[in-house]
C-alpha cells in the first residue's frame, strides 16, 4: 500500500528534523557508549566497573601487596572518573598457555596486557579485531597519553594505519648481562668481567673468600636468563618468533638472514653449554635446591653476590634492590652479552601494549583509566608489575644504558607477528618439553648433560619441533 501524498511529506520533514538534530546535537553531545561527551568533556556521571587483565607475580605475598595498591587506585579513580577496576593477574610462567585461552574461549574483559612477542600476539590480534581501534578516541578519552606519547611509538603499534592499543614504558632494549659488586673486585684485587672465564673466576673467589654469599641469584623462572647468556654470547644469533620468549626460544642463525632459524638444542654450543652449567651447578654458584625455590624478584646484595638480568629494567625501574642499605657503597657493576657482536636490539613499542576489547562496552572509560594510571607514578608499577625497593641509579651504569642505545639495532623482525593458531597445540607441548627437559639442563640438574641433551633433542623432535620451524619460515618468506 502507498502512502498518501500528505503523509509521505510529513514522513520526509520529520525524517529531515531528526537528522538535523542529530547533527546539531553532535556539536555539544557525542554519544559514545557510558561516556558520552558532553559541552566538550567526557560526562562520567554514570557509574562504570572496569576488569582488567595484566601478566604479574604468582607468589601470594606480591599479590597481597597489589591488592592494596588496587584498593586505593580504586578509591581515587571513583572520586576522579566514577569507576572502579578489578585486577587480575597471570602469572608469568602461565603466560604461554593462559593468553591463548583466553582469547580462543572469548573470555570477558576490558583492558588486557598484550605484545608483539606473545602469542598470540598484538598484531595478530589486532588484525582479528580482537581490539578497539583507538584512534580517534585518544585525544578525548586519553589526553595526557596521546600528547606525551612520541609519534614514532605510535606509529610501532599501528595495524593496518590504526592504533589498537596504548603502549607503555620506555623503550625497551635486549640489553642482557651479568650484574656484579664492583667492591668485590676490589677487595680481592680481581679485573673487571669481560668474558665466561672471568665471570667463573669472580665466583670461584666469593665461593672461597665469602661462602656466606651466594654467587648468583638463580631459581626455575631466572634459569631463562642463563638461556639469554647463551643466545647473546653467541657470535651471530638473535632471537626468533615462535616460541615466548618466557620459553626455550627458536633463534635466527643472523640478523642478516631472519628466515634460516633453528631451536639451538640442536646445536653443538647447546651441548658445550649444558656441560658448562653443570660444572657451575657442581660448584655450586647456586643452591642445591634451585629446582625447588623461588627468587624474591630482585637483587638482595648483602646475600647474592650478581645476577644475570637485562640492565634496562634496572635503570628505568622496573627491578629494583632488595637491600635497604646504600647501593653506592658496592660500586655496581655490569658486563653486557651481546656488545661484542652488536647484538644489543631495540625493541618497539609494541613489544608493551594494553589492548581495550572491541566487546567491552565501556572503552572510553577504560581509556579515561589508563590515562589516570600511566600518568601517575604511583599507580603505573600496577600495569609494569615492577619490585619495591631502590632502583640502580648509579652513574656509570646510566652513562652504560645511553651508550648501548646509541649502538642498538632495529628488531630486524620488526612488525613480523608470527600467527600461531595453526600450531598452537604445538607450542604447548614444545614449552612443556622446554619446561621439563630444558629448564633442568640449564641449572645442571638434568644428570649426565649429553644424555640429557639427546633426551632434551627426541622429545622436541616428538613435540613438533620441525613443523614449527617450517610454518614460521613459510610465513617468514610470505611477509
Same mark, same amino acid.
Given at each position: 500500500?502507498?502512502?498518501?501524498?500528505?503523509?509521505?511529506?510529513?514522513?520526509?520533514?520529520?525524517?529531515?528534523?531528526?537528522?538535523? !538534530?542529530?547533527?546539531?546535537?553532535?556539536?555539544?553531545?557525542?554519544?559514545?557508549?557510558?561516556?558520552?561527551?558532553?559541552?566538550?568533556?567526557? /560526562?562520567?556521571?554514570? %557509574?562504570?566497573?572496569?576488569?582488567?587483565?595484566?601478566?604479574? *607475580?604468582?607468589?601470594?605475598?606480591?599479590?597481597?601487596?597489589?591488592?592494596?595498591?588496587?584498593?586505593?587506585?580504586? &578509591?581515587?579513580?571513583?572520586?576522579?572518573?566514577?569507576? =572502579?577496576?578489578?585486577?587480575?593477574?597471570? *602469572?608469568?610462567?602461565?603466560?604461554?598457555?593462559?593468553?591463548?585461552?583466553?582469547?580462543?574461549?572469548?573470555?570477558?574483559?576490558?583492558?588486557?596486557?598484550?605484545?608483539?612477542?606473545?602469542?598470540?600476539?598484538?598484531?595478530?590480534?589486532?588484525?582479528?579485531?580482537?581490539?578497539?581501534?583507538?584512534?580517534?578516541?585518544?585525544?578525548?578519552?586519553?589526553?595526557?597519553?596521546?600528547?606525551?606519547?612520541?609519534?614514532?611509538?605510535?606509529?610501532?603499534?599501528?595495524?593496518?594505519?590504526?592504533?589498537?592499543?596504548?603502549?607503555?614504558?620506555?623503550? @625497551?632494549?635486549?640489553?642482557?648481562?651479568?650484574?656484579?659488586?664492583?667492591?668485590?673486585?676490589?677487595?680481592?684485587?680481581?679485573?673487571?668481567?669481560?668474558?665466561?672465564?672471568?665471570?667463573?673466576?669472580?665466583?670461584?673467589?666469593?665461593?672461597?673468600?665469602?661462602? @656466606?654469599?651466594?654467587?648468583?641469584?638463580?631459581?626455575?623462572?631466572?634459569?631463562?636468563? !642463563?638461556?639469554?647468556?647463551?643466545?647473546?654470547? $653467541?657470535?651471530?644469533?638473535?632471537?626468533? *618468533?615462535?616460541?615466548?620468549?618466557?620459553?626455550? %626460544?627458536?633463534?635466527?642463525?643472523?640478523?642478516?638472514?631472519?628466515?634460516?632459524?633453528? $631451536?639451538?638444542?640442536?646445536?653443538?654450543?647447546?651441548?658445550?653449554?649444558?656441560?658448562?652449567?653443570?660444572?657451575?651447578?657442581?660448584?655450586?654458584?647456586?643452591?642445591?635446591?634451585?629446582?625447588? @625455590?623461588?627468587?624474591?624478584?630482585?637483587?638482595?646484595?648483602?646475600?647474592?653476590?650478581?645476577?644475570?638480568?637485562?640492565?634496562?629494567? $634496572?635503570?628505568?625501574?622496573?627491578?629494583?634492590?632488595?637491600?635497604?642499605?646504600?647501593?653506592?657503597?658496592?660500586?655496581?657493576?655490569?658486563?653486557?652479552?651481546?656488545?661484542?657482536?652488536?647484538?644489543?636490539?631495540?625493541?618497539?613499542?609494541?613489544?608493551?601494549?594494553?589492548?581495550?576489547?572491541?566487546?567491552?562496552?565501556?572503552?572510553?572509560?577504560?581509556?579515561?583509566?589508563?590515562?589516570?594510571?600511566?600518568? =601517575?607514578?604511583?599507580? %603505573?608499577?600496577?600495569?609494569?608489575?615492577?619490585? @619495591?625497593?631502590?632502583?640502580?641509579?648509579?652513574?656509570?651504569?646510566?652513562?652504560?644504558?645511553? $651508550?648501548?642505545? &646509541?649502538?642498538? !639495532?632495529?628488531?630486524?623482525?620488526?612488525?613480523?607477528?608470527?600467527?600461531?593458531?595453526?600450531?598452537?597445540?604445538?607450542?604447548?607441548?614444545?614449552?612443556?618439553?622446554?619446561?621439563?627437559?630444558?629448564?633442568?639442563?640449564?641449572?645442571?640438574?638434568?644428570?649426565?648433560?649429553?644424555?640429557?641433551?639427546?633426551?632434551?633433542?627426541?622429545?622436541?623432535?616428538?613435540?613438533?619441533?620441525?613443523?614449527?620451524? /617450517?610454518?614460521?619460515?613459510?610465513? !617468514?618468506?610470505?611477509?
Amino acid at each position: 500500500m502507498r502512502l498518501p501524498i500528505s503523509k509521505w511529506k510529513s514522513c520526509l520533514i520529520i525524517t529531515v528534523l531528526i537528522l538535523l !538534530l542529530s547533527t546539531l546535537l553532535g556539536c555539544s553531545f557525542i554519544a559514545v557508549n557510558s561516556t558520552p561527551v558532553v559541552d566538550g568533556q567526557p /560526562d562520567t556521571s554514570k %557509574y562504570v566497573k572496569l576488569s582488567m587483565l595484566l601478566m604479574g *607475580p604468582s607468589s601470594t605475598e606480591a599479590i597481597e601487596g597489589y591488592r592494596y595498591m588496587v584498593e586505593e587506585l580504586n &578509591n581515587n579513580v571513583k572520586t576522579k572518573i566514577n569507576t =572502579n577496576v578489578e585486577v587480575t593477574f597471570i *602469572p608469568f610462567q602461565e603466560a604461554g598457555t593462559e593468553y591463548p585461552l583466553i582469547f580462543s574461549s572469548k573470555e570477558s574483559y576490558d583492558i588486557i596486557y598484550t605484545g608483539d612477542q606473545g602469542q598470540p600476539g598484538y598484531f595478530s590480534l589486532a588484525a582479528n579485531e580482537i581490539f578497539m581501534p583507538l584512534d580517534e578516541l585518544l585525544s578525548i578519552y586519553a589526553k595526557d597519553i596521546w600528547a606525551k606519547t612520541d609519534v614514532d611509538r605510535w606509529d610501532d603499534v599501528k595495524y593496518d594505519g590504526r592504533i589498537y592499543g596504548v603502549p607503555f614504558g620506555r623503550d @625497551e632494549y635486549r640489553c642482557n648481562g651479568y650484574i656484579y659488586r664492583g667492591d668485590l673486585l676490589q677487595k680481592y684485587e680481581m679485573e673487571p668481567i669481560v668474558s665466561l672465564d672471568s665471570m667463573e673466576s669472580y665466583m670461584d673467589t666469593i665461593l672461597i673468600q665469602d661462602p @656466606e654469599l651466594t654467587p648468583i641469584e638463580m631459581d626455575e623462572r631466572q634459569a631463562i636468563k !642463563l638461556y639469554d647468556m647463551l643466545i647473546d654470547l $653467541h657470535q651471530t644469533w638473535i632471537p626468533a *618468533p615462535g616460541l615466548p620468549q618466557s620459553s626455550l %626460544y627458536i633463534v635466527a642463525k643472523s640478523k642478516d638472514n631472519i628466515t634460516d632459524i633453528l $631451536h639451538p638444542a640442536f646445536s653443538s654450543e647447546f651441548m658445550d653449554f649444558a656441560e658448562k652449567m653443570k660444572e657451575w651447578a657442581d660448584k655450586q654458584y647456586w643452591g642445591e635446591d634451585v629446582l625447588m @625455590e623461588s627468587s624474591s624478584g630482585h637483587w638482595d646484595i648483602l646475600k647474592v653476590a650478581s645476577i644475570f638480568d637485562n640492565l634496562s629494567g $634496572h635503570v628505568d625501574g622496573s627491578v629494583g634492590l632488595g637491600s635497604s642499605e646504600d647501593q653506592t657503597d658496592y660500586d655496581i657493576k655490569f658486563y653486557c652479552f651481546g656488545e661484542d657482536n652488536n647484538k644489543i636490539i631495540k625493541y618497539g613499542a609494541a613489544k608493551n601494549v594494553l589492548g581495550i576489547s572491541a566487546k567491552s562496552g565501556n572503552g572510553e572509560r577504560a581509556l579515561m583509566l589508563l590515562d589516570y594510571i600511566i600518568g =601517575n607514578k604511583d599507580y %603505573y608499577e600496577l600495569l609494569s608489575y615492577g619490585f @619495591e625497593g631502590p632502583i640502580i641509579f648509579d652513574t656509570d651504569l646510566g652513562d652504560m644504558a645511553e $651508550h648501548y642505545k &646509541n649502538i642498538a !639495532l632495529d628488531d630486524p623482525y620488526g612488525k613480523f607477528d608470527f600467527d600461531s593458531s595453526s600450531a598452537a597445540e604445538i607450542i604447548e607441548d614444545l614449552q612443556r618439553v622446554n619446561s621439563q627437559y630444558g629448564i633442568p639442563i640449564l641449572l645442571g640438574k638434568a644428570g649426565d648433560p649429553r644424555t640429557a641433551v639427546n633426551r632434551y633433542r627426541e622429545e622436541l623432535t616428538k613435540a613438533g619441533i620441525q613443523s614449527l620451524l /617450517d610454518t614460521i619460515k613459510a610465513q !617468514l618468506d610470505d611477509h
